[in-house]
């Protein structure tokens, strides 16, 4: 990795991170386990292709199976799927373009070569959440998800300039976490209004994509991605289904001279331990990640500095409710208010509805939404 200081994010390997918090394992299973993930992961990117292929082929032969007259009424079906191939194969040399650059994107670790393990086919758990890593590309560095950072990103960084105003304070001196950063762009926005920010991810799928666009995209809207072409429901027209987006619609270098922008990789619970150290902790779309929602606002309201400040905005859409054998604790909002007052947090700001989408499909015929709760929550002086 080059210098941050040149627009590029740093990123810090936590070791041990991604092993189960709750199974305390030795540091050298932990190790070997880290490994094997990783490797999982970059295979999965690696299998995408094929995996995609393979949906499409199981596409054509059901409709092969279908009468002749019928196969009549669809002369397009053919070269539909043919479209989406080529958009798989395209995608696939995005992915191969993202993994390229992995093996050596820390700073603190090696992760040498995979060794026996080469294309393995992926799970479909891992495939999936692949998928939604494309989406992730829509939602934060593409102008078609323009208006859905407008919706998530622009109330947390409002609040950011009203609660430390440039004209008052020195901005780089104050320092903002973005725990579950994603693919960065919220941290990023941050930083590019002169803050201190540093982004924390755990999920290896973001912190790749989200180093090829922070540290490899200097261009806008050189690379083009085919997100929606895993969607055979709901499409309106078949090219609704095989629609380019472009990114990064900015430059990601461009933040100020000497910015103090960083992302760091591990789970937020096992690298944020230090009292009273941020000005402002912002969470978007991420407290629901959580196996236990009040560990993350005992761990906000540790690590926040007296008089500082977190904003919280997004759904409680809890991660791991359907999950067999993990824990999850899920509560209303109702009840996790008086929690965040209860640990001594006012809350000084508060809107129950906030419209919102997350990687929406503008051309699609569902559209989910949610009604996100926001608020900003001081930790008193
Ligand atoms: C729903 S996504 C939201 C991403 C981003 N904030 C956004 O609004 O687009 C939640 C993110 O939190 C990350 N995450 C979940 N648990 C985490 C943990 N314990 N530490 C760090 N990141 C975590 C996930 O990998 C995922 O990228």
């Known amino acids: 990795m080059q210098e941050p200081g040149n627009g590029e994010a ?37 299998c995408y292709g094929s995996h995609i292929h393979e949906r499409v082929n199981r596409a054509e032969r059901q409709f092969m199976s279908l009468p002749k007259s019928q196969q009549n009424m669809l002369p397009n079906f053919h070269s539909n799927l043919d479209r989406i191939r080529k958009c798989a194969d395209h995608n696939q040399e995005i992915l191969q373009l993202i993994v390229n650059d992995s093996t050596c994107m820390f700073e603190n670790k090696e992760y040498g070569n995979n060794g026996h393990k080469k294309n393995i086919p992926a799970s479909t758990f891992d495939m999936d959440k692949l998928k939604s890593t494309i989406k992730q590309f829509v939602r934060d560095w593409s102008e078609e998800g323009k208006s859905e950072r407008e919706a998530c990103y622009q109330p947390i960084i409002n609040e950011i300039l009203k609660y430390f105003p440039k004209d008052k304070c020195d901005p780089s001196q104050i320092n903002v976490l973005v725990p579950g950063a994603g693919l960065g762009r919220l941290a990023w926005e941050i930083a590019m ?34 997100p929606w072409i895993h969607q055979f429901s709901n499409n309106v027209k078949s090219v609704d289904q095989v629609r380019p987006v472009y990114f990064p619609d900015v430059n990601p270098h461009d933040l100020p001279y000497n910015p103090n922008f960083s992302m760091t990789a591990g789970d937020f619970q096992e690298i944020y331990t230090e009292n009273n150290s941020w000005d402002c902790v912002a969470t978007c779309f991420f407290i629901d990640t959580a196996h236990n929602i009040l560990d993350y606002i005992e761990t906000i ?8 400040i977190w904003i919280n905005l997004g759904p409680l859409l809890y991660h791991f409710e359907n999950l067999a054998n993990e824990l999850s604790i899920e509560v209303s909002y109702e009840d996790l208010k008086n929690v965040i007052i209860r640990h001594g947090f006012l809350i000084e700001v508060e809107r129950e509805s906030v419209r919102t989408t997350y990687t929406v499909n503008h051309f699609s015929m569902m559209k989910n939404f949610y009604d996100c709760i926001f608020f900003v929550a001081r930790k008193p002086e």
């Open 10 to 46: 740093e990123v810090n390997e936590e070791f041990g991170s991604y092993s189960a918090r709750r199974q305390r394992k030795s540091p050298e299973e932990e190790e070997r386990l880290e490994m094997e993930h990783f490797w999982k992961i970059i295979n999965t990117f690696t």
């Open 301 to 308: 309201w540790k690590i926040l500095k007296p008089g500082g």
């Open 193 to 226: 209004h002169g803050y201190s920010c540093q982004g924390n991810e755990w999920s290896f799928f973001m912190l790749f994509s989200s180093n090829f666009v922070l540290n490899r995209c200097s261009q806008i809207n050189a690379f083009k991605i085919y």
